[in-house]
């Protein structure tokens, strides 16, 4: 069996936790950007790093930027930057 990289099994778990944080299904994610598999198979830190491309589209729908997605994987908790982004947005 092949060991996951711990990489991809980062970026795959802030995916589905900002996927489910935005209460958008897998197929709601995948739609007119990949197929839904490849969301699956990202979520699963199985499928190889995602290109930048195909990671910014995932986060325009997820309407985050990259940097939050980068600081949410690799720093921060989660629940409280996105607390932090809607205080933000709510000023707007």
Same mark, same amino acid.
Request: hydrophobic share 40%.
């Given at each position: 069996?092949?060991?996951?990289?711990?990489?991809?099994?980062?970026?795959?778990?802030?995916?589905?936790? /900002?996927?489910?944080?935005?209460?958008?299904?897998?197929?709601?994610?995948?739609?007119?950007?990949?197929?839904?598999?490849?969301?699956?198979? /990202?979520?699963?830190?199985?499928?190889?790093?995602?290109?930048?491309?195909?990671?910014?589209?995932?986060?325009?729908?997820?309407?985050?930027?990259?940097?939050?997605?980068?600081?949410?994987?690799?720093?921060?908790?989660?629940?409280?930057?996105? /607390?932090?982004?809607?205080?933000?947005?709510?000023? /707007?």
């Amino acid at each position: 069996m092949q060991t996951l990289s711990p990489s991809r099994r980062k970026i795959g778990l802030t995916i589905k936790k /900002l996927r489910i944080q935005a209460g958008i299904s897998q197929i709601k994610l995948a739609e007119g950007i990949c197929d839904r598999t490849t969301i699956v198979h /990202l979520e699963k830190g199985r499928a190889k790093q995602p290109s930048i491309y195909l990671l910014n589209q995932l986060c325009r729908r997820l309407s985050i930027t990259l940097d939050d997605f980068f600081l949410f994987a690799y720093g921060g908790e989660i629940n409280q930057l996105w /607390l932090k982004k809607n205080e933000i947005d709510s000023l /707007l």
